[in-house]
């Protein structure tokens, strides 16, 4: 588990590696709409370079938040999931 101060002298533990930053956003939207102070980090690669290999947006918590957010990111990726698989069937009903 990696960790970083911050300015405030809480430490920073690494979340979860998103696909691009977009999607890093959206989990920082939902973890502070639960009240998780959250940092999304590399973000700025994507927009200097585009993307690139080995390089994602990471979104980091503090660290005494760090059950909480993967339990509403283990949340928040479940129902995507779901809602991925309901839109399939309304596209492609019988398969």
Same mark, same amino acid.
């Given at each position: 588990?990696?960790?970083?101060?911050?300015?405030?002298?809480?430490?920073?533990?690494?979340?979860?590696?998103?696909?691009?930053?977009?999607?890093?956003?959206?989990?920082?939207?939902g973890?502070?709409? +639960?009240? @998780?102070?959250?940092?999304?980090?590399?973000?700025?690669? *994507?927009?200097?370079?585009? /993307?690139? =290999?080995?390089?994602?947006?990471?979104?980091?918590?503090?660290?005494?938040?760090?059950?909480r957010? +993967?339990? @509403?990111?283990?949340?928040?990726?479940?129902?995507?999931? *779901?809602?991925?698989?309901? /839109?399939? =069937?309304?596209?492609?009903?019988?398969?």
């Open positions: 588990m990696a960790t970083m101060p911050s300015e405030d002298q809480h430490d920073l533990v690494r979340l979860a590696a998103a696909i691009n930053s977009a999607q890093a956003h959206i989990w920082q939207q973890l502070e709409e +639960e009240g @998780i102070r959250c940092r999304v980090l590399g973000d700025d690669l *994507e927009a200097g370079f585009g /993307e690139l =290999q080995g390089f994602s947006a990471e979104v980091w918590v503090e660290a005494a938040d760090l059950v957010a +993967e339990e @509403i990111l283990r949340h928040h990726r479940d129902h995507s999931e *779901e809602t991925a698989r309901s /839109e399939d =069937q309304i596209e492609n009903p019988g398969s």
